[in-house]
């Protein structure tokens, strides 16, 4: 999975590439 809004990795919940961003 990719990236969760903490910085860790979600195998569940997949997000847009802005929010992946946020989340670094």
């Known amino acids: ?3 969760d ?3 860790e ?3 569940e ?3 847009d590439e802005e929010e992946l961003r ?3």
């Open 13 to 15: 919940t997949e997000y």
């Open 9 to 11: 990795c979600d195998t």
């Open 22 to 24: 946020a989340s670094f």
């Open 5 to 7: 809004g903490e910085g």
């Open 1 to 3: 999975g990719k990236y």
